[in-house]
């Protein structure tokens, strides 16, 4: 897996993605620039394209903290309950203020998702029974619990139909000005990468990191803070995106090792090209109507995930 | 020279150790022996910080180690424990990489780098520097892990029961290379041991603790006789001379 075809594709993908949809634009348009296409271009492919380069590395990266700091494959944003704690605070800041502002959401949803991923942590620790498919069943059956509170108060409130839109993820309504947000995720990708090898040392465990001098416990906080950060900007303007997290780190995992210093900038292409291809089938394989993400990568997804469980099984 | 001063440990109301004094001498290795539950781990981890004592002091070369930063004490004493880390897939040379993480903050520079590789020929690696250290088997995973605290670079160097799920071969190719860190580059090692034959063999020193005390301290000979095994284990044990060892015949006693 080098990272140059990984560059390559990705840029391939991305011109592709830029130039598939309902409105047919080519290269050629955007020489005129008051053009309508040019006016679509920017206002809706370019968002588009940002949203899910952004979105597939951010989430991919949040795994890969997430497995790392866990020690265990297959936790992720979402098997550790983190996407249904950001949502039920999606939901109380709906609740609580009645026009919040994005930044209000964003503010109340980050303290639900980083609340939520603390508390996985901590079942986490007392677990005595630590079986590499038991602890994610563990996060999964979290999570229910709270999208099932989630559920409840919506289903109470009459905000079932408002709260369903963050419950797919749905590229189609990116467009400029309600995106931005996402742009959080590039800072958080940088401290990643300036932590990476305190992450892949307490990835080893507290006596291993405390051996080397490393404080293991406000590392693991720091990541699950950057890994909250990034699941709410995601999920407040994509919506869920299930799986991503989980299955990218792992495929590269096999490629390239556990050493986050190398193997981040592989995980955040990968997590970006398999969303764009994705996104891209999503929308050519009901055209003109589109498959929302979330089913997609859903769909792709979990089959990735059965083969690996398998994988992980026959060698085990 | 490691000082423990009146060290104890309670979990509730029970000591798991209990007002231990021990000195740990530079240059030799000491041995920790005693029947399970002893103390002997949790001794261990409260030296090398791992675990907060309740009462009592560590002093290392008359530093009291809990005023000490954790980056100062990493670069002076270092801990292995029974690695159950194995689902982490890094290289031998990554891996050995990490023992500079006290001096470089992961970044190498030229002699961090000279340092590594020389552990890790140290420990006869080299050749296999790039192999994941979930694909190795459980003494050369050893090795490298070994390689890693030599790459630390500490005076003082502690174990706790490195031998576990070793096989004869490498359990003693284990215990000779410690035995080379002691001669040939000055360390001080420290060693959780269940088997008192190997205590026996290659320790300078053996420290018995029973029931969270130390009931025996002393030079390996004189701990290394019927009557005090008798009260460190309850078990009549022989002693053979073979080849100038002293070899504990505790298998039928």
Known sequence: ?316 | MIQVRELSKFYGKKAVVEKVNVNIHRGKITSFIGPNGAGKSTLLSMVSRLLDADTGEVLVDNDNVKKMKSNDFSKRVSILRQSNFMNVRLTIRELVSFGRFPHSKGHLNAQDIRIVEQAMEYMELLDMQHEYLDELSGGQRQRAFIAMVIAQDTDYILLDEPLNNLDMKHSVQIMKILRRLVEDLGKTVVIVLHDINFASVYSDRIVALKDGRVVKDGPTDEIINSDALKEIYDMDIPIQKMNNCNICVYFNS
């Open chain 1, 1 to 316: 897996m080098k990272k140059r075809y990984l560059i390559i594709a990705l840029i391939l993908l991305s011109f592709l993605s830029l130039f598939v949809g309902v409105s047919h634009i080519t290269p050629m348009d955007l020489l005129d620039f008051k053009s309508e296409e040019t006016e679509i271009f920017l206002i809706s492919r370019l968002p588009r394209l940002v949203a899910i380069l952004l979105a597939g590395a951010g989430m991919s990266i949040a795994g890969l903290i997430m497995q790392q700091l866990s020690r265990n494959k297959f936790v992720s944003p979402t098997t550790a309950g983190t996407l249904d704690a950001t949502r039920l605070g999606i939901l109380v800041s709906m609740l609580l203020f009645t026009n919040a502002s994005m930044l209000e959401k964003m503010a109340v949803a980050f303290a639900f998702a980083l609340a939520g991923t603390l508390l996985f942590m901590q079942i986490l620790d007392r677990i005595k029974f630590k079986d590499a498919i038991f602890i994610p069943l563990v996060g999964l059956m979290f999570g229910n619990i709270l999208s099932s509170i989630t559920t409840f108060f919506a289903y109470k409130s009459n905000v079932i139909q408002n709260m369903s839109a963050w419950l797919q993820g749905d590229f189609s309504m990116i467009m400029k000005g309600r995106y931005e947000l996402l742009y959080i995720s590039i800072p958080v990708l940088i401290i990643t990468y300036l932590y990476a090898n305190r992450f892949t040392v307490a990835g080893m465990g507290e006596d291993f990191s405390k051996n080397l001098g490393l404080a293991y416990k406000r590392i693991v906080n720091i990541g699950l803070i950057l890994v909250a950060l990034i699941t709410t900007t995601v999920v407040l303007t994509v919506g869920m995106i299930p799986f991503l997290g989980l299955i990218i780190p792992n495929i590269v995992s096999i490629f390239k090792g556990d050493h986050l210093q190398k193997t981040l900038p592989h995980t955040a292409l990968l997590g970006a090209i398999f969303l764009l291809i994705c996104d891209i089938l999503g929308r050519v394989l009901i055209y003109p109507y589109e498959i929302s993400i979330s089913l997609m990568v859903g769909v792709i997804g979990s089959g990735i995930f059965l083969y690996l469980l398998f994988r992980r099984k026959a060698y085990a």
